[in-house]
C-alpha cells in the first residue's frame, strides 16, 4: 500500500508560480514512476509530468518550459514547480504513483490561476 498526499495548490496570478508537494508513505520502495496529472471542470484528467526512479523525466507540450518535476528522497516527496502559470492551468493536480502492482493517486489539490 502506498499513501500519497499532496499539498500546496491555491490561488495565484497569471504568470506567477506555485510548487506543489506530494508526500509518499507506505511501501515506497515499490513505486517506479511517480506523475502529476491535472482535471479541469467538465474536462477529462490529463497527465502532466511524470519522473521514474532512474530519474528521467517527461513533460505534457502544454507545460514543457514552465513546469518543473522533481524529487526529495530523503523527505519522500515529489514536487511540481510551476512557473509562467495561465488561466488555462486551471484545475485539481493529483500526484499518482506507479507500482508493479497497480497505480495509487492522491486525493487532489487546487490550483486557481485568476486574477
Known amino acids: 500500500q502506498v499513501q500519497l498526499v499532496e499539498s500546496g495548490g491555491g490561488l495565484v496570478q497569471p504568470g506567477g508560480s506555485l510548487r506543489l508537494s506530494c508526500a509518499a508513505s507506505?511501501?515506497?520502495?515499490?513505486?517506479?514512476?511517480m506523475g502529476w496529472y491535472r482535471q479541469a471542470p467538465g474536462k477529462h484528467r490529463e497527465w502532466v509530468a511524470t519522473?521514474?526512479?532512474?530519474?528521467?523525466?517527461n513533460y505534457a507540450d502544454s507545460v514543457k518550459g514552465r513546469f518543473t518535476i522533481s524529487r526529495d528522497n530523503a523527505n519522500n516527496t515529489v514536487y511540481l514547480q510551476m512557473s509562467s502559470l495561465k488561466p488555462e492551468d486551471t484545475a485539481v493536480y493529483y500526484c499518482k504513483a506507479q507500482t508493479v502492482d497497480r497505480p495509487y493517486w492522491g486525493q487532489g489539490t487546487q490550483v486557481t490561476v485568476s486574477s
Open positions: 507506505g511501501s515506497r520502495f515499490s513505486i517506479y514512476v
Open positions: 519522473l521514474t526512479s532512474g530519474g528521467t523525466t
